[in-house]
């Protein structure tokens, strides 16, 4: 069964960048803070990294965070979405229009105007897809940024929340949670390493 999870870092006052984030500094001020569990090598770490990446069958992201990774300090063999983990899944992007150019040609990139539910439904669409190919169930992760994440939990989108609580205080940035309708969550796991508590939840 092809769930959707929603999986992203963030602070310990609910940051998932620093202060004034923008193309050339995607985190903001302080903000890699945030991702020192991803490049760790702590063994607990490493297998929730390569766990939800093998999973992966597509991936949603906001138009924001396309910018980012597509833009010439983004992504690239090193460091772009599980990299050295698994195979690349397709991409899936929220955004009000298409770029007109894409940096990362060697990723599979759909661009969806009619909003997140449309988005997700595109994503599991290609996870199903996936799926087939390789035998097993796969995901579709919701990575970020977090307008998209809270807008997929808020349209009760999201059937698991994957929260990277990182052992720092921010002080600003951009906030995770905004206003939006009250969710029930179901503890499925805590693990604590020596750079972030893992956090798993079903969202009922």
Known sequence: MTRIIADISVSLDGFVTGPDPGPDRGLGAGGEALHTWAFSEDPDDRRILRDATARSGAVVLGRRLFDIVDGPRGWDDETGYGAGEVGKPAFVVVTSAAPPSVRLTDLDWTFVTTGIADAVAAARERAEAASAARGMDLD?????????????????????????LAPVVLGSGTPLFREGPRRELVRRSVMATSTATHLVYDVV
């Open 140 to 164: 579709v992760v919701v990575m970020g940024g977090g307008a998209t994440v809270g807008s997929a939990l808020a349209a009760g989108l999201v059937d698991r929340l994957s929260v990277h």
